[in-house]
Protein backbone atom coordinates (compact mmCIF):
# COMPACT_ATOMS: atom_id res chain seq x y z
CA UNK A 1 0.00 0.00 0.00
CA UNK A 2 1.41 3.37 -1.10
CA UNK A 3 2.41 5.80 1.67
CA UNK A 4 -0.08 8.97 2.53
CA UNK A 5 1.22 12.42 0.46
CA UNK A 6 3.75 14.60 2.75
CA UNK A 7 1.87 18.27 1.87
CA UNK A 8 4.62 20.53 1.23
CA UNK A 9 4.70 22.42 4.46
CA UNK A 10 4.90 19.17 6.17
CA UNK A 11 7.82 18.19 4.02
CA UNK A 12 9.54 21.25 4.56
CA UNK A 13 9.33 21.15 8.56
CA UNK A 14 10.50 17.36 8.07
CA UNK A 15 13.34 17.98 6.44
CA UNK A 16 14.90 20.28 8.93
CA UNK A 17 17.60 17.79 10.17
CA UNK A 18 18.80 15.23 7.96
CA UNK A 19 20.77 12.56 8.66
CA UNK A 20 22.39 10.18 6.18
CA UNK A 21 24.10 7.07 7.28
CA UNK A 22 27.68 5.88 7.00
CA UNK A 23 29.11 2.35 6.39
CA UNK A 24 29.61 0.93 9.98
CA UNK A 25 29.08 -2.55 9.37
CA UNK A 26 27.51 -2.73 12.84
CA UNK A 27 23.72 -2.56 12.76
CA UNK A 28 23.21 -2.30 16.31
CA UNK A 29 25.20 0.12 16.78
CA UNK A 30 23.45 1.99 13.26
CA UNK A 31 20.62 2.04 15.61
CA UNK A 32 22.86 3.35 18.57
CA UNK A 33 23.26 6.54 16.94
CA UNK A 34 20.53 6.76 14.76
CA UNK A 35 18.46 6.66 17.86
CA UNK A 36 20.61 9.43 19.68
CA UNK A 37 20.17 11.68 16.29
CA UNK A 38 16.57 11.16 16.55
CA UNK A 39 16.13 12.31 20.51
CA UNK A 40 18.78 15.32 19.87
CA UNK A 41 15.94 15.88 16.68
CA UNK A 42 16.72 14.42 13.55
CA UNK A 43 13.62 14.43 11.46
CA UNK A 44 14.63 12.43 8.18
CA UNK A 45 17.15 9.47 7.89
CA UNK A 46 18.26 8.45 5.01
CA UNK A 47 20.00 4.84 4.63
CA UNK A 48 22.88 4.77 2.04
CA UNK A 49 25.09 1.46 1.37
CA UNK A 50 27.87 1.88 -1.39
CA UNK A 51 29.11 -1.38 -0.47
CA UNK A 52 26.11 -3.83 0.84
CA UNK A 53 25.13 -6.66 -1.15
CA UNK A 54 21.20 -6.36 -2.20
CA UNK A 55 20.56 -8.73 0.72
CA UNK A 56 22.39 -6.63 3.31
CA UNK A 57 20.73 -3.82 2.19
CA UNK A 58 17.17 -4.86 2.67
CA UNK A 59 18.16 -6.29 6.05
CA UNK A 60 19.44 -2.88 7.12
CA UNK A 61 16.38 -0.79 5.36
CA UNK A 62 14.28 -3.19 7.13
CA UNK A 63 15.55 -2.58 11.04
CA UNK A 64 16.06 1.52 9.80
CA UNK A 65 12.32 1.06 8.84
CA UNK A 66 11.02 -0.27 12.44
CA UNK A 67 12.65 2.22 13.94
CA UNK A 68 11.82 5.61 11.81
CA UNK A 69 8.27 4.69 11.67
CA UNK A 70 8.14 4.23 15.76
CA UNK A 71 10.38 7.08 16.59
CA UNK A 72 8.10 9.35 13.83
CA UNK A 73 11.32 9.86 11.46
CA UNK A 74 10.78 10.38 7.64
CA UNK A 75 12.80 7.24 6.14
CA UNK A 76 14.69 7.28 2.53
CA UNK A 77 16.68 4.84 0.54
CA UNK A 78 19.69 5.98 -1.27
CA UNK A 79 19.89 4.75 -5.04
CA UNK A 80 17.28 1.76 -4.45
CA UNK A 81 13.92 2.09 -5.37
CA UNK A 82 13.58 -1.10 -5.63
CA UNK A 83 14.41 -1.65 -1.54
CA UNK A 84 11.86 1.56 -1.00
CA UNK A 85 9.43 -0.41 -2.56
CA UNK A 86 10.38 -3.71 -0.50
CA UNK A 87 10.16 -2.04 3.22
CA UNK A 88 7.82 0.71 2.63
CA UNK A 89 10.39 3.52 3.08
CA UNK A 90 8.58 7.10 2.74
CA UNK A 91 10.65 7.44 -0.50
CA UNK A 92 13.79 7.67 -2.26
CA UNK A 93 17.20 9.80 -3.01
CA UNK A 94 18.77 9.38 -6.15
CA UNK A 95 21.98 11.00 -7.62
CA UNK A 96 22.54 11.98 -11.18
CA UNK A 97 24.17 8.66 -12.03
CA UNK A 98 21.19 6.49 -10.59
CA UNK A 99 17.43 5.62 -12.20
CA UNK A 100 15.91 8.86 -13.56
CA UNK A 101 13.68 10.93 -11.36
CA UNK A 102 10.99 10.60 -13.59
CA UNK A 103 11.45 6.52 -13.87
CA UNK A 104 11.62 6.37 -10.30
CA UNK A 105 8.32 8.50 -9.97
CA UNK A 106 6.79 6.35 -12.42
CA UNK A 107 7.81 3.18 -10.11
CA UNK A 108 7.10 5.05 -6.93
CA UNK A 109 3.95 7.25 -7.21
CA UNK A 110 3.41 9.54 -4.27
CA UNK A 111 6.09 8.57 -2.30
CA UNK A 112 8.81 11.15 -1.83
CA UNK A 113 11.96 11.41 -4.38
CA UNK A 114 14.88 13.71 -3.55
CA UNK A 115 17.09 14.12 -6.66
CA UNK A 116 20.94 15.47 -5.91
CA UNK A 117 21.63 18.16 -7.33
CA UNK A 118 24.85 20.29 -8.31
CA UNK A 119 24.01 22.97 -10.92
CA UNK A 120 20.86 24.92 -11.48
CA UNK A 121 20.60 23.46 -14.93
CA UNK A 122 20.32 19.87 -12.87
CA UNK A 123 18.00 20.89 -10.23
CA UNK A 124 16.05 22.77 -12.22
CA UNK A 125 15.33 19.38 -14.79
CA UNK A 126 14.44 17.51 -11.14
CA UNK A 127 11.74 19.38 -10.43
CA UNK A 128 10.44 19.17 -14.16
CA UNK A 129 10.95 15.40 -13.46
CA UNK A 130 8.82 15.15 -10.25
CA UNK A 131 11.11 16.05 -7.82
CA UNK A 132 9.76 16.31 -4.02
CA UNK A 133 12.86 17.87 -2.94
CA UNK A 134 16.40 18.54 -3.77
CA UNK A 135 20.02 17.81 -2.27
CA UNK A 136 22.43 20.29 -3.32
CA UNK A 137 26.09 20.20 -2.35
CA UNK A 138 28.71 19.84 -1.82
CA UNK A 139 28.44 23.46 -0.34
CA UNK A 140 31.51 22.85 1.54
CA UNK A 141 34.80 20.71 1.20
CA UNK A 142 33.75 17.26 2.25
CA UNK A 143 35.47 13.50 2.68
CA UNK A 144 31.87 11.90 3.42
CA UNK A 145 31.72 11.35 -0.31
CA UNK A 146 34.64 11.28 -2.48
CA UNK A 147 33.09 11.73 -5.86
CA UNK A 148 30.87 15.08 -4.68
CA UNK A 149 31.25 18.15 -6.64
CA UNK A 150 30.52 21.55 -5.16
CA UNK A 151 28.05 23.73 -5.43
CA UNK A 152 29.00 26.27 -2.53
CA UNK A 153 26.89 28.48 -1.12
CA UNK A 154 26.40 30.75 -4.03
CA UNK A 155 25.45 28.18 -5.85
CA UNK A 156 22.70 26.46 -3.29
CA UNK A 157 21.50 30.32 -3.18
CA UNK A 158 20.94 30.46 -6.74
CA UNK A 159 18.95 27.31 -6.58
CA UNK A 160 16.95 28.15 -4.07
CA UNK A 161 16.10 30.95 -6.13
CA UNK A 162 14.98 29.14 -9.10
CA UNK A 163 12.99 26.40 -7.74
CA UNK A 164 10.07 26.08 -5.88
CA UNK A 165 10.63 22.75 -4.10
CA UNK A 166 12.30 22.42 -0.65
CA UNK A 167 16.25 22.35 -1.13
CA UNK A 168 18.90 21.07 1.45
CA UNK A 169 21.95 21.63 1.89
CA UNK A 170 24.52 18.89 1.94
CA UNK A 171 28.43 18.32 1.99
CA UNK A 172 30.65 19.35 4.22
CA UNK A 173 28.11 20.98 7.19
CA UNK A 174 29.05 21.04 10.86
CA UNK A 175 27.07 23.29 13.24
CA UNK A 176 29.85 25.97 13.02
CA UNK A 177 28.97 26.46 9.86
CA UNK A 178 25.37 25.50 8.99
CA UNK A 179 24.09 29.02 9.74
CA UNK A 180 25.25 30.43 6.00
CA UNK A 181 23.47 27.29 4.81
CA UNK A 182 20.38 28.41 6.33
CA UNK A 183 20.56 32.11 5.39
CA UNK A 184 21.47 31.03 1.88
CA UNK A 185 17.60 29.70 1.48
CA UNK A 186 18.07 25.83 2.51
CA UNK A 187 15.09 24.34 4.41
CA UNK A 188 17.33 22.10 5.89
CA UNK A 189 20.29 20.28 6.90
CA UNK A 190 21.93 17.21 5.32
CA UNK A 191 24.44 15.60 7.36
CA UNK A 192 26.66 12.65 7.37
CA UNK A 193 29.84 12.79 9.27
CA UNK A 194 28.56 15.83 12.30
CA UNK A 195 26.65 13.21 13.88
CA UNK A 196 27.18 10.22 12.60
CA UNK A 197 31.05 10.59 13.88
CA UNK A 198 30.14 12.62 17.29
CA UNK A 199 31.07 11.39 20.21
CA UNK A 200 27.97 12.61 21.47
CA UNK A 201 25.26 12.48 18.55
CA UNK A 202 22.04 13.30 20.50
CA UNK A 203 24.18 16.37 21.59
CA UNK A 204 25.57 17.15 17.95
CA UNK A 205 21.70 16.32 16.42
CA UNK A 206 20.53 19.10 18.72
CA UNK A 207 22.47 22.02 18.18
CA UNK A 208 22.29 21.17 14.73
CA UNK A 209 18.41 21.42 15.08
CA UNK A 210 18.60 24.47 17.41
CA UNK A 211 19.59 26.85 14.41
Not at 54 to 75: I, K, M, N, Q, S
Not at 94 to 113: E, K, S, T, Y
Amino acid sequence: MENTPVGRAELIGRLRLYVITDERADLADLLRVLAAAGRGGATAVQLRRKTATGREFVAYARALRDWTRAAGVLFFVNDRVDVAQIVDADGVHVGQDDIPCADARRLLGNRLIGVSAETTAEAMQAERDGADYLGVGAVYPTTSKADAGRAGLVGLEEIVLRVTIPVVGIGGITVDNAAPVLRAGAAGLAVISAVMDAPDPEGAARRLSAL
